[in-house]
């Protein structure tokens, strides 16, 4: 595929994309502009390195890795206490509603969380969320299983404390 139609491959599945890598960078930061902000800079290293991916297939993958590198990226160089602030209003529809569950998603190490973000807030597929975390299945499947069960633990221990 030459470089034109691989960067308007690219192009596509970014406006396809748009919402969903919008609340990904969400699950991260938690805040509206800061989200706003890792998509942003996900699309411009994403047209900016459009040559480098090998296989139309991947292209999609290749974004999802692209913002979360790039969430982590903003974290670490922002090692401030991140507050949360109102869910998104501007235009995008938050399907993540569940504050305690998204609260939750805290005590999870960042892998942890891609993983259940990708495999229940954005419905992948185990096999998908292996590809796009450039993981094995079995890995994603063990990731996954630890994670449920330290989420299992806060929303119990969560729940104590708001009962008592």
């Known amino acids: 595929m030459n470089r034109e139609a691989l ?5 596509e599945q970014i406006l396809d994309s748009y919402e969903a890598l919008y609340r990904l960078a969400f699950t991260y930061v938690h805040q509206e502009q800061d989200a706003l902000d ?5 699309v411009y290293r994403a047209m900016k390195h459009a040559s480098s991916v090998r296989e139309e297939q991947y292209i999609e993958t290749w974004l999802w890795r ?4 790039t ?3 903003f974290i670490r160089k922002n090692r401030r206490e991140l507050v949360q602030e109102e869910f998104p209003e501007a235009g995008v529809e938050d399907q993540y509603q569940d504050f305690d569950t998204l609260e939750a998603l805290e005590v999870l190490s960042e892998k942890e969380r891609a993983v259940v973000v990708l495999r229940f807030f954005e ?3 185990i096999r998908e969320v292996a590809e796009i975390l450039q993981e094995n299945t079995n890995t994603v499947k063990t990731i996954l299983y630890r994670s449920l069960r330290k989420l299992k633990i806060e929303l119990t221990r969560e729940e104590l404390l708001y009962e008592g």
């Open 7 to 11: 960067q308007k491959k690219v192009e």
């Open 38 to 42: 890792i998509v942003q800079e996900s």
């Open 123 to 125: 419905d992948r597929q």
């Open 66 to 69: 692209i913002t979360m590198n």
């Open 71 to 73: 969430a982590i990226d």
